[in-house]
Nanobody
């Protein structure tokens, strides 16, 4: 089994920064691919960034490219999402996800999820 626990959400003004953390544990082989998703009210859950843990290869959604950075501390089993220059449209619940084999953007294909952390950006 895999456990994912997010933290770091909060309320900031536009232009501010937050760093989300996801402490993960359990079967390492089931956490090969990890990602951050977000879900805003009335919108579908969308991929924000993903990382292949072994290679470190990353991907970013166009909407966050240049502002968000996904990183990992494998010694601490922690995934991070550094979010800079936040905009009101970044307001959402942010989720950490993991999967042993899927390295894509469709949230339906990720097997393991955290409980989510709320990010609110005011203008």
């Amino acid at each position: 089994q895999v456990q994912l626990v997010e933290s770091g959400g909060g309320s900031v003004q536009a232009g501010g920064s937050l760093r989300l953390s996801c402490v993960h544990s359990g079967d390492t082989n089931r956490r090969r691919n990890m990602a951050w998703f977000r879900e805003a009210p009335t919108k579908q859950r969308e991929a924000v960034a993903r990382i292949h843990r072994q290679s470190g290869i990353t991907y970013y959604a166009d909407s966050v490219k240049g502002r968000f950075t996904i990183s990992q501390d494998n010694a601490e089993n922690t995934l991070y999402l550094q979010m800079n220059n936040l905009k009101p449209e970044d307001t959402a619940i942010y989720y950490c996800a993991a999967d042993p084999t899927y390295y894509g953007l469709n949230w339906l294909n990720y097997n393991y999820w955290g409980q989510g952390t709320q990010v609110t950006v005011s203008s």
